[in-house]
């Protein structure tokens, strides 16, 4: 979800009120996908990285995660939406781990569609957990046991990546599941992003022919 700052500077606002206008874009994004049969919308909210922005930012998206929690569960149990909450814990304190353990178990009956919320996550930082889960596990590593060692775990690999805010790259996100995920990358500033667009780029995906390393004899 990139280009909240931007999208506030060029409005001569504070940084803050583009991660504010982010928070509403998820919304209007989760309600776009899961209306056409999308069941799983995974959010890259917070990343390890993100700790060394300015003190009052980081601060601030702490409170907006927070705020997120307590207000839109309600919203997400109506419209069977279940949350799920992918990242570190080490950070937080008790008040906030319980705040989302809450929400997850409040929502966990949605069946309507899924949404994964990263904060502080790193792609790299989650396959060294996975790598020493299999190992305290004394399992024989394999593509499947490794898989479930993920924190996404039964969670089927995305099928479509996309980026906003004009930079052309993943940033540390979902580093293994995306292997063969297909990339879109969009100018729009999250805040602009638009269910019309995020249906042009589900349109444009489904004209893909995806081999998966096979060759399509048809």
Request: hydrophobic share 35%; net charge neutral; proline share 3%.
């Amino acid at each position: 979800m990139d280009g909240n700052g931007r999208w506030a500077k060029k409005r001569l606002l504070p940084r803050s009120f583009g991660h504010k206008e982010g928070v509403k874009t998820i919304d209007r994004i989760a309600d776009t996908v899961f209306s056409v049969g999308v069941k799983y919308l995974t959010i890259f909210a917070f990343s390890t990285e993100n700790w060394n922005r300015p003190e009052d930012e980081v601060a601030g998206l702490l409170g907006l995660f927070r705020r997120y929690l307590k207000s839109n569960v309600p919203k997400l149990i109506k419209r069977g939406i279940r949350l799920n909450i992918l990242g570190s814990r080490r950070a937080f304190d008790q008040e906030f781990i319980d705040l989302v353990d809450d929400a997850c178990k409040r929502t966990e009956g949605g069946s309507v569609g899924t949404l994964n919320i990263c904060f502080d996550y790193g792609g790299r930082a989650e396959i060294v957990e996975a790598v020493n889960k299999c190992v305290e596990s004394g399992r024989k590593v394999d593509e499947t046991t490794f898989a479930s060692c993920l924190q996404t775990g039964g969670i089927p690999d995305p099928d479509i990546l996309i980026r906003t805010g004009g930079e052309h790259r993943i940033s540390n996100f979902l580093l293994y599941q995306m292997a063969y995920s297909e990339l879109f990358f969009t100018d729009t500033l999250w805040p602009d992003f638009s269910g019309e667009e995020i249906k042009e780029i589900i349109a444009e995906y489904r004209k893909k022919d995806r081999r998966f390393g096979r060759i399509n004899e048809e």
